[in-house]
């Protein structure tokens, strides 16, 4: 009909207040969605998957022919690039992957394997604004970030949970943070996934999430050091991700499950608290003048994660990383709930990557 306005959808309205990535490894799915997304994130099961899918076999055989004398993981990571390459002109910024898992307390391993990573960007002509590797957040290999930083390569510290890795991945240098805004057991159990009405306020994780915000705003006021740019992620819900605009972070990591709603979903500014949402900044960072919600506020105050909370945030004056991490070690280790839920991440992502490591093993050896 002539002159109907067509209903954006959510996916739409969110990705005006807060950057949308796709957390997902297949170009078409990518080029399906009604947005470009900024940036391709993923990790050690977004891999396997593209593995295991029948239309990557004859990338993996020629990739094994080539690299069968140089192992296993020389192998998976050119493949991981190469993944990545088919995607990246369908997103305009990043493309991120994942050290391995196996070593996240190896400091020397988590180097060499980032650096590996650089390199075949390189060989596949992906320059270095274009990629990031993903460092678990453990004191010893957030510890190696301030030299790849120095090297130009960008890191995003993973699976971080609390203030002190918060503030040991500003000290590292990186240039993003991911959050998991539910635990790893919750995908697997939903009956450990807080399913509230208004995620912003109701959700556990959005106080230690405002927190961090909170610090890095100071520190950028204080330092006026760039901190990193905080990319919430493990969304169950698209009202979980909707929630993301209000709360202020950077961006938003999306799941291909959550996606698919937002896109299927009719804007309605009424159906969720908070929408309203103020536009996202053109460039975003801790230079403009965003603050936390009037609503929220509150949050900067509590953690209903710990029962008997002493209101206490992480000193921002420790070195985390000196010493192969040791401090921030100490810090993750007094913290039930960033030891548990970073416990949880690296199984997950070391046992994915076993399943990896047996599939191209098999691959070398038919070639």
Sequence with gaps: MVGATITPSWLERLEEQVNVDVDWMDPAFIQSLPITPHDMTSNQVHVHAQLENPINRELIAKVAREYKDRGWLATYTRIAVLLCKRSIDYISGRVLLQVSPSEAYNGEKVLEHARLYAKEFESAGISKDRFCIKIPSTGPALSVCPILQAEGIQTLGTACFSIAQAI??????????????????????????????DPATQHPFSARLIQMLETYRRLYKETGKQQPLIKNANFISAKEALAQGEIGVHSATVSKEVLEELSKLPYNDTCLPGSGSAPK????????????????????????????????????????????????????KADPIATARLNDALQLFVKVENKSKVLIEKAILEV
Excluded at 185 to 197: F, M, S
Excluded at 283 to 310: C, E, F
Aim: with cysteine; aromatic share 10%.
């Design 281 to 332: 900044p053109q460039y975003p960072g801790y230079h403009n003048t965003m603050t936390t919600p009037k609503r929220l506020q509150y949050l900067a105050r509590i953690d209903p994660l710990v029962s008997d909370w002493d209101g206490k945030l992480a000193s921002t004056d420790i070195d985390y990383l000196g010493n192969n991490g040791a401090a921030l070690e100490d810090a993750i």
């Design 168 to 197: 040991a991945a500003s000290q590292a240098g990186c240039l993003f943070i991911s959050p998991y805004f539910n635990e790893i057991r919750a995908n697997l159990d939903l009956t450990l996934w807080p399913n509230v009405e």
